[in-house]
T-cell receptor, first 111, second 116 residues
Framework: GQNIDQPTEMTATEGAIVQINCTYQTSGFNGLFWYQQHAGEAPTFLSYNVLDGLEEKGRFSSFLSRSKGYSYLLLKELQMKDSASYLCARLTTDSWGKLQFGAGTQVVVTP | EAQVTQNPRYLITVTGKKLTVTCSQNMNHEYMSWYRQDPGLGLRQIYYSMNVEVTDKGDVPEGYKVSRKEKRNFPLILESPSPNQTSLYFC???????????????FGSGTQLSVL
């Protein structure tokens, strides 16, 4: 993805916690999304952050630091169904409506 | 049921033969967008539309055309497809995108295109 970096793959055990980091270009930043994509399926929305801080939604939490150009997605109490690709996406003010995705992080949950 | 419908799901064609991938949403969304997804590159935005008759280029618009004559439809047109356009394509929509409101995207099921 352009100007957005996230690890390619992470492996974790069922029941554990995994943190997926995303760094992005700060200029023109207007918000950050996380999407989940299972193999062969369309992405589905997980979270949106525009202000600094942590947003918690059940087992999933997302954090944003605007000044550092950094976000993470925290997955707690991992389940096998959490095996998927997690996409970080940046909304830009350069052109309203332009959304740039990272290449995605493949999370593999093992028994 | 609220959804984004893309057709076809799979398409095999030959170089230079014009094709259209249709996208329709039934949620009265203002914003629609097309992406292609390639291994290692993630989702890349082709074109987007903020509303009817308003379209703009994303990051990889070359070789593609779009139109937004009605709110619900946003077809992707490949006038002269080439093998480097072989990819998985997704259409997506949201209520709106902009400075004041940022809404989550709803994605279609995808179109796997192969250009021989």
């Amino acid at each position: 993805g352009q100007n957005i970096d996230q690890p390619t793959e992470m492996t974790a055990t069922e029941g554990a916690i995994v943190q997926i980091n995303c760094t992005y270009q700060t200029s023109g930043f207007n918000g950050l999304f996380w999407y989940q994509q299972h193999a062969g399926e369309a992405p589905t929305f997980l979270s949106y952050n525009v202000l600094d801080g942590l947003e918690e939604k059940g087992r999933f939490s997302s954090f944003l630091s605007r000044s550092k150009g950094y976000s993470y997605l925290l997955l707690k109490e991992l389940q096998m169904k959490d095996s998927a690709s997690y996409l970080c996406a940046r909304l830009t003010t350069d052109s309203w409506g332009k959304l740039q995705f990272g290449a995605g992080t493949q999370v593999v949950v093992t028994p | 049921e609220a959804q984004v419908t893309q057709n076809p799901r799979y398409l095999i064609t030959v170089t230079g033969k014009k094709l259209t991938v249709t996208c329709s949403q039934n949620m009265n969304h203002e914003y629609m967008s097309w992406y292609r997804q390639d291994p290692g590159l993630g989702l890349r935005q082709i074109y987007y539309s903020m509303n009817v008759e308003v379209t703009d280029k994303g990051d990889v618009p070359e070789g593609y055309k779009v139109s937004r004559k009605e709110k619900r439809n946003f077809p992707l047109i490949l006038e002269s497809p080439s093998p480097n356009q072989t990819s998985l394509y997704f259409c997506a929509s949201s209520f709106r995108q902009g400075a004041a409101t940022n809404e989550k995207l709803f994605f279609g099921s995808g179109t796997q295109l192969s250009v021989l």
